[in-house]
């Protein structure tokens, strides 16, 4: 018995073990900082910028995980397109993943056929992520922000 729509379910599972890989990677980096934050004896502004620049990074990595999915499942695969203009390359891939995590959707590309559904995840899974980001960063701000007059 053939599997049905084969395309589908790699991309359901593929998209599962993104996410997963995401997240994980998401909460370990918090982790990491808030612990380098704890353990510094740098003076606050430096804290604070470790945390901004570590925070920045890891959702880049992040970008770049679903992007490099994105195209395996897409450019290696076939199981999906983007579309939108001529041919894409992997860093419109990830120009596209970026414009998803972010939820900001310009419109110029756009994906078509099963690899919809990592896109569609990736949106809800980046906006988690960065509010997730914006929250710790909130609290460490409150924990390590200091005025001197």
Do not use: C, N
Request: without cysteine; positive net charge.
């Amino acid at each position: 018995m053939a599997i049905p729509y084969p395309g589908h379910i790699a991309v359901v599972l593929t998209t599962f073990i993104a996410v997963v890989l995401a997240v994980l990677l998401h909460y370990e980096a918090l982790w990491l900082i808030s612990r380098q934050i704890e353990r510094s004896h740098r003076p606050h502004r430096q804290r604070i910028l470790i945390m901004a620049f570590g925070v920045l990074t890891t959702h880049i990595a992040e970008i770049w995980l679903f992007g490099i999915t994105g195209w395996w499942l897409s450019a290696i695969h076939g199981i999906g397109a983007l579309k939108g203009y001529g041919s894409f390359q992997l860093l419109d891939y990830i120009f596209f993943s970026a414009v998803t995590y972010t939820t900001v959707g310009y419109g110029d590309i756009y994906a078509v056929g099963p690899v919809r559904f990592l896109y569609g995840t990736l949106a809800l899974t980046g906006f988690v992520l960065i509010t997730w980001s914006a929250s710790f960063t909130f609290i460490e701000m409150q924990k390590h922000w200091r005025i001197h007059k």
